[in-house]
């Protein structure tokens, strides 16, 4: 048996800082990565520009074509999706609300959800469309 003392040089790098180096920075990402926006398929109007869900406190509102609404994937009422928004701007007073309407809604089902929105004080207020040209 070789003893080894202080002395001796060892001709192996040390990797173990940088494995812990690199999995904290994959902890880092993998927290930081926000989960895709998951929602009910529509169809959206076509616009020349296109608003993000990417933001952590964005909330989806969709209208579909048979008059269901959704907050973020979950199917309410207008009164339970005012009671929702309520608690929501009380939570994060600078929530954003992504309003997604089916083409073939109705402008009225869409214009009550956005009235809605207004009279709750929410400024940050957008429509989901998707690019022209794109099926």
Known sequence: ????????????????????????????????????????????????????????????????????IFYDTVPVSMGELEQRLTQEKASTPDVQVVIKGDAQTPYQNVEDVLDLVKRLGIPNVGLATRPRGQA
């Open 1 to 68: 048996m070789q003893i080894h003392d202080d002395d001796d040089v060892i001709d192996q790098p040390n990797t173990t800082p940088m494995n812990d180096i690199l999995l904290v920075v994959l902890v880092i990402i993998i927290v930081t990565i926000s989960p895709p926006n998951k929602g009910h398929k529509i169809t959206l109007p076509s616009s020349s520009s296109s608003v993000s869900l990417s933001a952590a406190k964005t909330r989806s509102i969709t209208v579909t074509k048979d008059d269901t």
